[in-house]
């Protein structure tokens, strides 16, 4: 399953191990793994999504990876409620024969993801709660690709 959107926590540690078993012909893997910062005095990040959409819009963007990076395997998982600081958001896994293409198709896939995938996030914190913004710096990063 190349895409999972999923309220419940994960463990980076065991899901890069499950990515990582059985690949024939990769030999790179790389996973980057989102934290809530509490950046600003931040205490929980609030997401939400379509459930049907953003399915489908993360699986394109990883259909995409894999076909441009030639990557013999790809996952992301995305979360989605109410996170507290220190707990991951989302987690990148991509294999490929070699590890240019798994690093350059992790960052594409994380500045899709970034941009791209329909997730509203609101900010809460000790002043009140704010939805956050699209920021020109991320659009800019899809420029890259």
């Known amino acids: 399953m190349p895409a999972r959107i999923q309220q419940a926590a994960f463990d980076a540690g065991a899901e890069a191990n499950a990515f990582a078993a059985g690949?024939?012909?990769?030999?790179?893997?790389?996973?980057?793994?989102?934290?809530?910062r509490g950046d600003g005095g931040l205490l929980a990040l609030e997401i939400e999504h379509y459930p049907g959409m953003t399915l489908r819009a993360v699986e394109a963007f990883v259909d995409a990876a894999t076909l441009r990076f030639s990557l013999t395997d790809a996952l992301v998982i995305h979360r989605h409620g109410r996170l507290a600081v220190g707990e991951a958001i989302m987690m990148v896994a991509t294999a490929a024969p070699h590890r240019g293409d798994a690093f350059a198709a992790a960052d594409f896939l994380m500045d899709w993801l970034k941009s791209r995938a329909p997730f509203w996030k609101k900010e809460i914190g000790p002043s009140g709660e704010a939805w956050v913004a699209a920021r020109d710096s991320d659009e800019d990063a899809l420029t890259r690709w």
Not at 25 to 36: D, L, Q
């Open 23 to 36: 690949l024939a012909g990769a030999g790179a893997i790389v996973t980057f793994t989102g934290i809530v």
